[in-house]
């Protein structure tokens, strides 16, 4: 599993995306028996299943590592958000087929998601963008696919359900190629703008949103 990419953002965001190249046993023994417990594992069926779940463990493990945080596992809050065992470190995880990803904060929520742009999004758009959205997208698969991303990102970031995409979550308008574009989520008593990175990664995209800085 090399590690591709290792960044931190402006806002204390560390990321860590990995390509997966060893085979499910290999992954296996990577992980001490505390992190995968026998529990965790008999609950995931099918092997490429495991594999997305022993990756996904490995890479927080990495970046846990670099932070110098202590990683003794993770669990998941009654809507399946992950967190970290005995930690106030935030973090999110996304797989592919090729790659798995994470991000990790000391204390504010973040959300992350990696996607290859395909034609499905434009059939499925009124689903997920507002009319101005989708006015904004003009049917292009790499916007659309950003637009998705970032929702993604930003329903993982809350973390709750009942969260209507193209009602609650807003992207302002970017132009392709912007590396730092600006969301939203109104739902509830929430109204807040999020700080969303977007990343290219062998034809993925890959976006990561936390809040903007304090200045
Ligand atoms: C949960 C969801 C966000 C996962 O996204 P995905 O693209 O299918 O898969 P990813 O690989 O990117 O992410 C998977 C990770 O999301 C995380 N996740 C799952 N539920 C989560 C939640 N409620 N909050 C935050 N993170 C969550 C988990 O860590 C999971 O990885 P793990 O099982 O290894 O721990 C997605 O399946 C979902 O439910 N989306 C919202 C539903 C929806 O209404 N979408 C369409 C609107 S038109």
């Not at 204390?107 to 009319?131: N, V």
Request: proline share 4%; net charge neutral; hydrophobic share 40%.
């Amino acid at each position: 599993m090399p590690v591709i990419l290792e960044k931190k953002y402006e806002n204390n965001i560390s990321l860590a995306v990995w390509q997966i190249t060893e085979s499910h046993d290999e992954l296996q023994s990577m992980l001490p028996s505390e992190i995968l417990t026998d529990a965790e594992l008999a609950a995931i069926s099918h092997p490429k299943k495991q594999t997305e779940f022993f990756c996904s463990r490995l890479v927080i493990k990495h970046l846990a590592n670099s932070l110098g945080i202590k990683y003794i596992g993770i669990k998941k809050d009654e809507y399946g958000k992950p967190y970290l065992v005995d930690s106030n470190w935030q973090m999110s995880i996304t797989h592919t087929s090729n790659y798995v990803a994470a991000v990790m904060h000391p204390t504010e929520a973040i959300g992350m998601d990696m996607e290859k742009p395909s034609e499905k999004l434009k059939r499925i758009e009124h689903k997920f963008l507002s009319e101005t959205e989708i006015i904004e997208a003009q049917n292009d698969i790499e916007k659309l696919c950003i637009y998705w991303s970032a929702k993604e990102a930003l329903y993982k970031l809350y973390g709750k359900r009942k969260v209507i995409f193209n009602k609650n979550l807003h992207v302002l308008p970017f132009d392709k190629g912007q590396k730092k574009i600006t969301g939203k989520l109104i739902i509830n008593e929430l109204n807040k703008k999020y700080n969303i990175y977007v990343e290219e990664i062998d034809g993925y995209i890959l976006v990561v949103c936390g809040s903007a800085p304090q200045v």
